[in-house]
């Protein structure tokens, strides 16, 4: 973990997400890592029950899933793609999310 004028950095990988946090807080690390876990493991079971899912080109209508699942489908409609290609925005975003629910402000 970097530290540079008050904040902390921090890289690692889970599967196929390479990850860079950066946070004001040390807890931050954790609560990211952990953001991106839970909500990898939902994607992944997901995908598991609609393998249609991580491979269309296009978009996917869901009626009901784990969030990640309704924001991932619901940004692919916006751009007109696959879902899975907001996956990586959509983790980040949830992960931002998370670590400031618990006080981060970086």
Avoid: W
Wanted: glycine content about 6%; charged content about 25%; proline content about 3%.
């Amino acid at each position: 973990m970097k530290r540079n004028k008050g904040l902390f950095k921090e890289s690692f990988s889970i599967k196929e997400s390479s990850c860079t946090i950066i946070s004001d807080k040390k807890s931050g690390f954790e609560i990211a890592r952990e953001s991106i876990t839970q909500n990898r493991i939902k994607l992944e079971k997901y995908i598991e029950f609609n393998s249609s899912f991580i491979s269309s080109l296009e978009p996917i209508h869901v009626l009901k899933g784990p969030l990640i699942v309704e924001l991932m489908a619901k940004y692919s409609e916006l751009a007109n793609v696959g879902p899975m290609a907001s996956v990586a925005g959509v983790l980040a975003d949830l992960a931002v999310s998370d670590m400031k629910n618990c006080g981060c402000t970086v």
